[in-house]
T-cell receptor, first 114, second 116 residues
């Protein structure tokens, strides 16, 4: 069975700083996607970034980038130049391509301080 | 931009009562998911539909929960009877891809259920 572990329940950083959220996963699958989702307070969950396991190049989306280490089964999210609007719960998620089922980690609550 | 719609947004009910949640996925999305999210935790899959068929309901407590997607479009999740432990956020998500191809899910705003 697949598992997703986020070891940082809560983090706080100053606005404009860079922050890295950790995620490790366990799977015997070879074809899968990894995601980071953001859930702002009282708002709906949105996709931040996606990584296909077959791609060696790390995904980037503007200020968001990942460090994907397939052998180590690690998938961290880096947020550069953090903004107040980045305050949210961040969930790491794993999707195997056999059935599109997603497994979520328990989340990291990120506070961006002014 | 198209969004997943859910209603109601909030629901308070007494234990042993019946409650139902509705979800309208993004048009054209064949796959629909219902999740339960307990406060401070990640979502847990309850049921997954591909068109009108259930693909996975292994985590759905079938003695009290039921879900349907009769015409392969919108979906209803029902709890009868509700228990105190059912208090949670119920999220609906949809995905445009067929099973096996893999694609991100688009989430609705959720229904926050409080059972008293």
């Amino acid at each position: 069975a697949q598992t997703v572990t986020q070891s940082q329940p809560e983090m706080s950083v100053q606005e404009a700083e860079t922050v890295t959220l950790s995620c490790t996963y366990d799977t015997s699958e070879n074809n899968y996607y990894l995601f980071w989702y953001k859930q702002p307070p009282s708002r709906q969950m949105i996709l931040v970034i996606r990584q296909e396991a077959y791609k060696q190049q790390n995904a980037t989306e503007n200020r968001f980038s990942v460090n994907f280490q397939k052998a180590a089964k690690s998938f961290s999210l880096k947020i550069s130049d953090s903004q107040l609007g980045d305050t949210a719960m961040y969930f790491c998620a794993f999707m195997n391509l056999r059935d599109d089922k997603i497994i979520f980690g328990k989340g990291t609550r990120l506070h961006i301080l002014p | 931009e198209a969004e997943v719609a859910q209603s109601p947004r909030y629901k308070i009910t007494e234990k042993s009562q019946a409650v139902a949640f509705w979800c309208d996925p993004i048009s054209g999305h064949a796959t629909l998911y219902w999740y339960r999210q307990i406060l401070g935790q990640g979502p847990e899959l309850l049921v997954q539909f591909q068109d009108e068929s259930v693909v996975d309901d292994s985590q759905l407590p079938k003695d009290r929960f039921s879900a349907e997607r009769l015409k392969g479009v919108d979906s209803t999740l029902k709890i009868q009877p509700a228990e105190l432990g059912d208090s949670a956020m119920y999220l609906c998500a949809s995905s445009p891809k067929q099973t096996g191809l893999g694609y991100e899910q688009y989430f609705g705003p959720g229904t926050r259920l409080t059972v008293t």
